[in-house]
């Protein structure tokens, strides 16, 4: 049977998108130093070569251009800034979308035979091997993702909840800052304590490294937010100031996580954010109430 008209066009899209993710993959495999990863990073590289010498039977050789090459460069910075799990499950994110395209062509006749028997292979490693294969690589960052999230998102929450009662109980920004890091310096060594405690009694977790990215996060995390109030702004500027801060490091954390561990960004981003606010009400409110019992305000 031959190829259904247009088939020659789809071909070419699909063949130039397994090229780019066969040179990325490899390129990365090129840079990396530990050889668990680099095996993976191949196999990646070769099973999309192998999709990209399918597509190429339908629509002659296809090769990326210099907005291509430009691409290249800019997802093998990402590779290196933001890590090579998130970097190739970015890239995979419209796997679904492409998924979609192979299936329609197999039902609808346009090949046949081992042609047909071979894209059936490919949309299964579309489907199911690439994510896997993903999931194999080592990285530091995730595999510590939990400590991160706890570090980061335990100090938003106690920060903002101790920024925002101190508006209520005095109208200086530096005193709330310097009450925001008192609480946030000894905080930072209890979740670190609490971390490695905890770690101890999981497998294959590293108590040390884990209260470490624990302690750190947080600590970086209470230095950020007690910026605004520490630089002299006006107490109420200052505490919006901290807010924005926290969601722009939430949203992009969030964003990060949801990349790597496949899940939906947007319902964690808006719960998060939620669970701020209302910590932001409450923490207000429990400062009034004290200024009111004790009659002592600053």
Not at 205 to 226: Q, S
Not at 233 to 250: D, E, R
Not at 280 to 289: D, Q, R, T
Request: aromatic share 10%; proline share 2%.
């Amino acid at each position: 049977m031959e190829p259904q008209a247009g088939l020659a066009e789809k071909a070419r899209v699909y063949a130039l998108d397994e090229l780019f993710d066969s040179r990325l993959y490899r390129a990365m495999a090129e840079r990396e130093r530990d050889p668990k990863n680099r095996a993976v990073l191949l196999r990646m590289a070769e099973q999309e070569y192998m999709h990209y010498e399918f597509w190429k039977k339908f629509c002659g050789d296809a090769e990326l251009n210099p907005r291509d090459e430009l691409r290249l460069r800019l997802f093998m910075l990402s590779s290196r800034i933001l890590g090579k799990v998130f970097t190739i499950k970015f890239l995979e994110r419209h796997e679904k979308s492409v998924v979609a395209e192979y299936t329609e062509i197999l039902e609808s006749g346009a090949l046949s035979g081992e042609d047909s028997a071979e894209l059936k292979r490919i949309i299964e490693d579309e489907k199911e091997h690439e994510s896997a294969l993903a999931d194999q690589i080592e990285e530091f960052a995730v595999r510590h993702l939990g400590a991160i999230a706890l570090g980061m998102s335990d100090a938003i929450i106690e920060l903002s909840g101790v920024h925002a009662g101190f508006l209520g109980y005095t109208s200086s920004s530096v005193y709330t800052g310097i009450a925001g890091l008192i609480v946030g310096v000894s905080a930072s060594m209890s979740m670190a304590a609490a971390a490695y405690l905890q770690s101890k009694q999981e497998k294959g977790k590293a108590p040390g490294a884990t209260a470490a990215v624990t302690g750190v996060m947080y600590m970086l995390t209470v230095i950020l937010l007690t910026a605004p109030f520490l630089l002299g702004l006006p107490i109420l500027k200052a505490l919006t100031a901290s807010l924005v801060l926290a969601f722009i490091v939430l949203a992009f954390f969030s964003f990060y996580s949801s990349v790597v561990m496949d899940r939906a960004f947007a319902r964690d981003y808006l719960e998060n954010v939620g669970v701020i606010f209302l910590v932001v009400v409450i923490g207000y409110l429990f400062g009034e109430l004290v200024k009111k019992l004790t009659g002592i305000a600053v």
